[in-house]
Nanobody
Framework: VQLVESGGGLVQAGESLRLSCAASESVGSVNSMGWFRQASGKGRELIASISNGGRIYYADSVKDRFTISKDDARRTMYLQMNSLKPEDTAMYYC????????????????????WGQGTQVTVSS
């Protein structure tokens, strides 16, 4: 497993969770890291990302509620999720694009080089 996620779980609406994603030593240089999520019966969507160049992207659905950050020394990325809603219920996947440049903040699912195994987030109303 190249990217290892943790931090998912079951919470009530309005509560918070923090997801973590650690890159193993088998992962080479990465340009960008981000979080995709996939709700039941829907496709996988990019909701937040951060690039080596310092740019950050948030999907409108999570803007002002979620915060992405990373610790390069630990090769770990975080997603702080506040004010969670039932519609945030999904499997959350850590993703990364390989490379040593500044990176991009928006990329498609099939442009992802590394994936985590996914962590379930369930928000009850």
């Amino acid at each position: 497993v190249q990217l290892v996620e943790s931090g998912g779980g079951l919470v009530q609406a309005g509560e918070s969770l923090r997801l973590s994603c650690a890159a193993s030593e088998s992962v080479g240089s990465v340009n960008s890291m981000g979080w995709f999520r996939q709700a039941s019966g829907k496709g996988r969507e990019l909701i937040a990302s951060i690039s080596n160049g310092g740019r950050i992207y948030y999907a409108d659905s999570v803007k002002d509620r979620f915060t992405i950050s990373k610790d390069d020394a630990r090769r770990t990325m975080y997603l702080q999720m506040n004010s969670l809603k039932p519609e945030d219920t999904a499997m959350y996947y850590c993703a990364a694009q390989g490379g040593s440049g500044l990176g991009v903040v928006i990329w498609a699912e099939d442009e992802t080089d590394y994936w985590g195994q996914g962590t379930q987030v369930t928000v009850s109303s």
